[in-house]
């Protein structure tokens, strides 16, 4: 059974940072790419991050230069936010894609104000 568990959101000032991770569990998650979604109240659930089983990276234009996503070589993944806005907050998932099926986390909330 995959199971995927976002923790390290929270509420931060504009301008902070916050550092999220993923646990997986049930699959071998290094060898699956892997996604970072957020979604604000009322809009759809968007792409922030992806990260390659390689480690490579691609982002959304929103976020480029201010998050950062990771692997280690085990069931962990990371999203660094620096120089949070307030249009960053959302719940952030994490997501793996296993041939057709989808699996995500429960979601982490991130609410950036002052």
């Known amino acids: 059974q995959v199971q995927l568990v976002e923790s390290g959101g929270g509420l931060v000032q504009p301008g902070g940072s916050l550092r999220l991770s993923c646990a997986a569990s049930?699959?071998?998650?290094?060898?699956?790419?892997m996604g970072w979604y957020r979604q604000a109240p009322g809009k759809q659930r968007e792409l922030v991050a992806h990260i390659t089983s390689g480690g490579s990276t691609s982002y959304a234009d929103s976020v480029k230069g201010r998050f950062t996503g990771s692997r280690d070589n085990a069931q962990s993944g990371y999203l660094q936010m620096n120089s949070l806005k307030p249009e960053d907050t959302a719940v952030y998932y994490c997501n793996v894609q296993i041939g057709r099926s989808m699996y995500w986390g429960q979601g982490t909330q991130v609410t950036v104000s002052s």
């Open positions: 049930g699959i071998s998650f290094s060898i699956y790419g």
